[in-house]
């Protein structure tokens, strides 16, 4: 079945140490995205790419990093520079970029500091 | 900016009630819009879509249509079941191609 996976589900870190979140699709899809969801804040767009080894900055790139050097895989960074990590990670794709085309989602990561 | 507002939660209604979810719109140009469903400790599903004004999107029972007059998209359901009750985002994509996303609102369907 083609989708996208996200891992793990559930991620505890210790304050200061950086962590990577997995995120790979088999839809064949050139655009993956990053999205942070906070409690009645919705979803916040972190980092996208458009196509293999490109990627932009969202709205809320400070403390993040990302790479992206196989279609397939987009795995996304939260850095100790990061203030306020604990949060819902959710990496979605879709075959452009463009407003017509549907983002299909992942499962999520839920990633807590303590 | 482009932006989305939707009717803030929990909206809790009883099985075979009928459902609105109010979404307004403020976006440049012509935005394509979207309205997306979680279930508890999942990722988001697509649930309907409209991309120019006066259509409608539908999918199971829920309809939606794009009303450029009002910019509004609300979300309706003529007879909701327990097994609705998920949070609903409302979303558009504008001129900057970004999906842009509502707070998102939470339906509880009681038995």
């Known amino acids: 079945d083609g989708g996208i996976t996200q891992s793990p589900k559930y991620l505890f870190r210790k304050e200061g140490q950086n962590v990577t979140l997995s995120c790979e699709q088999n839809?064949?899809?050139?655009?993956m995205y990053w999205y942070r969801q906070d409690p009645g804040q919705g979803l916040r767009l972190i980092y996208y790419s458009q196509i293999v080894n490109d990627f932009q900055k969202g709205d809320i790139a400070e403390g993040y990093s990302v790479s992206r050097e196989k279609k397939e895989s987009f795995p996304l960074t939260v850095t100790s520079a990061q203030k306020n990590p604990t949060a819902f990670y959710l990496c979605?794709?879709?075959?452009?970029?463009?407003?017509?085309?549907?983002?299909?989602f992942g499962p999520g990561t839920r990633l807590t500091v303590l | 900016g482009d932006s989305v507002t939707q009717m803030e939660g929990p909206v809790t209604l009883s099985e075979e009630a009928f459902l609105t979810i109010n979404c307004t719109y403020t976006a440049t140009g012509y935005p394509s819009l979207f309205w997306y469903v979680q279930y508890p400790g999942e990722g988001l599903q697509l649930l309907l879509k409209?991309?120019?004004?006066?259509d409608k999107g539908s999918n199971k029972g829920f309809e939606a249509t794009y009303r450029k007059e009002t910019t509004s998209f609300h979300l309706e359901k003529g007879s909701v079941q327990v097994s609705d009750s998920a949070v609903y985002f409302c979303a558009l994509t504008g001129a900057t191609n970004k999906l842009i996303f509502g707070t998102g609102t939470l339906l509880a369907v009681q038995p």
């Open positions: 409209a991309t120019k004004a006066d």
């Open positions: 839809l064949n899809h050139d655009a």
């Open positions: 979605a794709s879709s075959m452009g970029q463009g407003g017509y085309n549907e983002q299909f």
